[in-house]
């Protein structure tokens, strides 16, 4: 079985710049999470789906972050302009249904911006 | 705020031993607590997990135990091996709030040969 599939694998922007990233959850799942894992800290939600709807995006910066899940399968998770403090790790998750708890990690995309 | 501490940032130990991982959380309404090991460069991976109607969980050479008045679990690895070595987090769910894991800093483990 195909895991959770993450791209970029790495990405470098200057600052004010856009950049995407995006996700391809392992077949089936309705649950979808992003989360972002800064240097030395755990990941932090930003943002739940089940299926197609955003069900948890109460930590997502909606003035510069954006994301969709167009039919409920893959995702992508935008920032318009980036930051400097953007710079971290974005990690996609999935798992089988809602409340199941053992969420399943892609390798996560590593952003620095410059 | 952080919910769940994980106060140890780094640990080493000797093959063959045994290797405890703390954690603390403070918020009385987590009913499920999982640990998830990550390897440099890769997303990290479902370890062991542990509902807050028990006091331990064993799967091979882990055991979760959770102390609830406390409000405390740990890991134990026994014995450990140098394959273990990677960052370990401790997660909590919250029981109205379906699906969203709060982690821990995580535990750099080292076991030596």
């Known amino acids: ?114 | 705020d952080q919910q769940v501490k994980q106060n140890s940032p780094s640990l080493s130990v000797q093959e063959g031993r045994i290797s405890i991982l703390n954690c603390d959380y403070t918020n009385s309404m987590f009913d499920y607590f999982l640990w998830y090991k990550k390897y440099p460069a890769e997303g990290p991976t479902f370890l062991i997990s542990i509902s807050s109607i028990k006091d331990k969980n064993e799967d091979g050479r882990f055991t979760v135990f959770l102390n609830k008045s406390a409000k405390h679990l740990s890991l134990h690895i026994v014995p450990s091996q140098p394959g273990d070595s990677a960052v370990y987090f401790c997660a909590a769910r919250r029981l109205s709030n379906t699906g969203k894991l709060i982690f821990g800093q995580g535990t750099t483990l080292q076991v030596k040969p």
């Open chain 1, 1 to 114: 079985e195909a895991g959770v599939v993450q791209s970029p694998r790495y990405k470098i922007i200057e600052k004010k710049q856009p950049v995407a990233f995006w996700c391809n959850p392992i077949s089936g799942h309705n649950t979808l999470y992003w989360y972002r894992q800064n240097l030395g800290q755990g990941p932090e939600l930003l943002i739940r789906y089940e299926n197609e709807e955003a069900v948890d995006d109460s930590q997502l910066p909606k003035d510069r972050f954006s994301a969709e899940r167009l039919k409920g399968v893959d995702s992508t998770l935008k920032i318009q302009p980036a930051e400097l403090g953007d710079s971290a790790v974005y990690l996609c998750a999935s798992s089988l249904v809602r409340g199941q708890t053992e969420a399943f990690f892609g390798q996560g995309t590593r952003l620095t911006v410059v």
